[in-house]
């Protein structure tokens, strides 16, 4: 054979794309040949591919649990305590700081948010149980939930509350009229809303800040949580600045970026969420590779009479290692597509059986794309290292 | 039986141990196909270990109490709730025959807050209260043999398994719950469940002095649970009859075993953890059942000619269908073995870290072999059609 060597640049480039055709065309060809063994290396992909899936879906998702009531709150920025550990125990702060936030120079408004665990029975008996009470004003608007904002009249109705309609069946019947003794105070479900409970608890309400005031024994001083919104055109990291230098050390605002990285942190580093999800995405990628190279080692050893012929009448080694990759990189691309679609079917079944939100972003599914197509090449490069073997004057 | 009895054993007709001599012939598929079995089932032995660790972490508390009957509240739905019954009640309890002692065990998972050495911010805590003097209330060792420090003024116990930024791991001296100074005399190991982070000790008066400011005597503070244990050779059934009707109606009487059933009927009615677990765990079975079948079926279609050759020289499919089945299991053992060893070094590291009881027992063993054996039995008979169809006069 001629070598590359001798020919002009221009030919040596064309060359190389001669060559990398001629790989193309044999590893599909290798594929399309023995297509029951095809489809069942597609078949092992896609359930590796799959599998990354969902637990980088529980991953990212059980964490996010924690921001899931935020996310429907209208803030810009929020103030709590300096003691705030998450949502559901964020200390308490006096009042007048939000007064004094409202007065800072960009603030459209500082609209205070009160918290309560309390307990929920049955005026007839049974169970005393935990759930979550948020107080708030209705026509402060803090809540970006159709159901909440429609039932305002509902919600200012003396000793009445709205419940999430995701609180879990030990608390009865959820319908609008029943009666219940919230810590030992007759008051009515006045509707349900769809938001989800988070990690707030089991069961969750909403009530008027009136209606929470009496049913707690508080008052409107100290404040749980403070939702700052900015003016129109004013700048959130200047008005955050001024604000950080208005208040006293005793709070602590957050930007809603600044928020999300604070309560992921904390389900992810200060429970055992993170552990817990984080081995099963680990042991995940190691039983993906396992599949991956099982499969690929499985098409190689297949093939080794046919390499070595290769071989023999003068193929490179490096030219063999590419119909692998390519090989690799074909059976991946197909299995990813349908691995997809049914990631997608599966987080669309989690989403609605925990409310969680499991979603397939673009950044996750190019990660695992990339993830996937380095561990393919991986466990074709380790496949390859029995192709050198292949001395074609041993191999029949 | 020993270990190298095994492949004898399972020698189908007493002839040449066909299926041993198949997996051993070549060292590195060997290599490669338990490897990869090895980490399918790691994967199934991780999530149902962490199925087991997340009942077994909220059920720690309940077995660590030492009673043989428990009365409280009936309106108590879990065992981690405030829900105290009237101080008067639970005398009545003593004067029962029968009874050898009994305890009041005073509890809080909402009004106790530690101040954590490491951050300088509280933290709530869950607490247990009981009278130093008393028969003990827990089996924990730690608490039982140290109960008689409690009896000096403002000391506690710490639970030094409790969540790590508590603090509560460097056998701190002084700590600081609800704002007071208290006296560390010694530690426990509990651990965290998923509502509490942490857990103090302290005596029946330091609990009614942190809660009430001391307005409250030990004498009539409402009881959490009463602790009772029986004299012995007492029959624990008509004991509890007798027990709780010696009560008022609102209290219902269980044993230890009925506690621990209703504790864990709580969590598995309303955590999402098990059906998330159970996901994994189904993956793992899927993922194994495939990577077991590609090896079951690359290794008969490369034997194919031997075993036309068997058949043509007289054997019948029986032989080959156990000497195939028989290998499938040998596969299986070969991958489970290595998972099996590398997993204790797993739940030892995941446990110590995320403070989870992980622990391999017989049941799991039992559960994980099982499904091992009956993922590669599946795959075998899967893959078993190939040499059931080979035709001795074609295959050359």
Redesign the interface.
Known sequence: LPTDADDPPYLQASAVMRRLRVSLHLAWRILVYEKGRTALALGGVFIAILLVFIELGFFVAVPQGGMLVYDHMRFDLLLASENYQYQAQPWQFPRERLTRAAAVAGVATATPLYFGGGYWQDPKGGFRLDFFAIGFDPAAHPFAVDDIERQRDMLEEGDTLLVDDTTRPIFGPLNSGRELLINGRRMTIGGTYHLGTGFLGIGVAMMDEANFFRAFGRRNNPVNLGLIELAPGADAGKVAAALRQALPADVQLFTRDELKAHEDSYWTTRTSVGLIFGSGLIVSFIVGLMVLYQTLATQIARNLPEFATLKAIGYADIHLAAVVLIEAAIIVAIAFVPATAAALALYAMIRSQTLLPVMLTVPHLLGVLAAVLAMSAGSAMLSVSSLRRADPAEIF | MTALDLPRRLMPGGGVPLAWRNLVADKWRLL??S??IA??V??ML??LG?ERAFFDASLSAVRALDGDLFAM?A???RFG?Y?PFAHRDFDAIRNVSGVASAAPLYAQW?AFWWTSPVDN????VRVFAFDPEGSPVFLLAGIADQQSLLKADDTVLVDRDS?R?LGMDGDPREGKINGQTVKVVGSFALGPD?MS?GTVVMSDRLFAKLLSGGRERPQTLPVETAVVKLKPDEDIAAAKQLVSAALPPGLVVMTKPELVAFERKFQA??S?AA??FF??TL??F??GT??S???I??DL?DRLPQYATLKGIGYRNAYLVRSVLSQAILTGLAGYIPAWLLCLA?YRI?GQ????PLRMTWQLTGISLFLTLAMCLLAGALAIRRVIAADPAEIF
Request: without cysteine; hydrophobic residues 55%.
């Open positions: 490669r196909s490897a990869g980490f399918a790691l994967l991780v999530q962490f509240n309106s108590k739905y709730t829900d909402m911010k509280p933290h709530l969540r930024f998923f982070d009615d309303l999402s059906p998330i996901l994994g993956v793992g899927a993922v495939l990577i079948y590609q090896i079926y690359t279609a797993v995941i870290v995320a403070l989870l």
